[in-house]
Nanobody
Framework: QEQLMESGGGLVQPGGSLRLSCAAS????????MAWYRQGPGNERELVAS???????TYRDSVKGRFTISRDSAKNTVYLQMNSLKPEDTAVYYC?????????WGQGTQVTVSS
């Protein structure tokens, strides 16, 4: 069964850092680009960053220069390193395929940026 499991969220002060991890089943990870999405309070889910099977990343403008997406093919895992976090980054973060989320959504991991 195809699965996604996110981890690494938490409470951090503005300017802090977190590293998110997403373990994906091989059936998902090897066939598609992977991405991180987020859904903040009262907002729709949005694409944050994506990475192709060849490791080429793309980012939404608001996180460029602060977030870095990467993938480890040996572990079927995708990461999101988040630096210089801002209160507006507060959201539940999810991983899935891109473009278009074709796998069942995991539970996500909560990121809260607050002093």
């Amino acid at each position: 069964q195809e699965q996604l499991m996110e981890s690494g969220g938490g409470l951090v002060q503005p300017g802090g850092s977190l590293r998110l991890s997403c373990a994906a089943s091989e059936g998902i990870f090897t066939k598609a680009s992977m991405a991180w999405y987020r859904q903040g309070p009262g907002n729709e889910r949005e694409l944050v960053a994506s990475i192709t099977r060849n490791g080429i990343p793309t980012y939404r403008d608001s996180v460029k220069g602060r977030f870095t997406i990467s993938r480890d093919s040996a572990k079927n895992t995708v990461y999101l390193q988040m630096n210089s976090l801002k209160p507006e980054d507060t959201a539940v973060y999810y991983c899935n395929t891109a473009p278009g989320a074709i796998a069942a959504w995991g539970q996500g991991t909560q990121v809260t940026v607050s002093s």
